[in-house]
């Protein structure tokens, strides 16, 4: 995986936020932007775009794992335990859409996640199934830990566009205009790094039901939801039952404009959500006792 580490202006040691952006995007598609206000809190950040997407390496190219996702979350907060200056028992982590899922999941599994962050979270359409015993959630969990993380050939839709103006004649991954809009905006600008291709995995045994594991997520949370949520797979109301699970501190913040309204930069949406997470960054990594 490719990444960019921010170093704060501010005496070491540093806690830090590992970031990676949502469905297909990469890590100059305004997750930079994050990046550089919560450096400018007093934070470090590590954000790197996914394996197999933007500057990263691996194969197969812009297939959407969620398996191997929550490994790479869990490999970069390896990688910044090994960074000079950083404090590890300080490090959250941070998902936007699609990866907001894996941030949960890596979260509840993972002790070394000291806070995290979510916005406008896809953790799935309808509310999920009962999990009485936390099996459901364990079986996530060891399939991340350990489990072979191949898709199975009936798991894999695609390849396809991530999207298109014209879903009668070329039916894409995202289908609102918001969603063309914004991915045509800011994926088409050279810097980008990003394709307009993906192919999707969706897990079928065990299912990918994120929400499930929230009730195992004690460190500080914080879900950024917007309540006229156009995507599908983000569903206000599954959010919503993700974050009553949390048995820690937890905030929800509401944010209007839609999924993409707090990825335009500049603008007022972006700096609600942006210092919101700034302030529960702040709030529960930087020590006040030194």
């Not at 028992?89 to 899922?101: H, K, L, N, Q």
């Not at 099996?135 to 350990?146: D, G, P, V």
């Not at 894409?172 to 990003?194: I, V």
């Amino acid at each position: 995986m490719s990444g960019w580490f921010y170093s704060p202006g501010t005496p070491p040691p540093w806690p830090a936020i590992v970031m990676a952006h949502g469905f297909s995007a990469t890590k100059q598609m305004v997750a930079d932007k994050y990046a550089e206000v919560f450096t400018e809190s007093g934070l470090a950040v590590l954000l790197y775009d996914h394996r197999g997407f933007g500057a990263s390496g691996g194969e197969p190219r812009h297939q959407i794992n969620p398996w191997l996702q929550s490994r790479g979350y869990r490999d970069a907060i390896t990688f910044a335990t090994t960074r000079e200056n950083v404090d590890s028992d300080r490090i959250a982590v941070w998902g936007d859409s699609y990866s907001s899922g894996a941030a949960l999941v890596v979260a509840a599994l993972d002790t070394r996640v000291a806070a995290l962050a979510v916005q406008v979270p896809a953790l799935g359409e309808e509310l999920p199934p009962a999990d009485g015993d936390g099996s459901a959630c364990e079986s996530m969990k060891q399939l991340i830990r350990t489990g072979s993380v191949e898709p199975t050939a009936d798991e894999i839709r695609g390849p396809m566009p991530v999207v298109w103006d014209d879903q009668d004649r070329r039916p894409s991954a995202l289908k609102p205009d918001t969603a063309f809009r914004w991915f045509t905006s800011y994926g088409t600008r050279s810097e980008s790094n990003w394709t307009n291709e993906v192919t999707l995995v969706r897990p079928k045994s065990p299912l990918w039901q994120p929400g499930l594991c929230a009730s195992e997520v004690s460190c500080p949370a914080m879900f950024v939801v917007s309540p006229e949520d156009e995507m599908v797979r983000s569903n206000p109301a599954v959010a919503r039952d993700a974050y009553e699970r949390l048995p820690g501190p937890r905030e929800w913040v509401e944010i209007p404009g839609g999924h993409f309204g707090l990825l335009y930069h500049p603008s007022e949406t972006f700096d609600q959500s942006s210092s919101a997470q700034s302030r529960f960054f702040t709030k529960h990594l930087l020590r006040t006792d030194v």
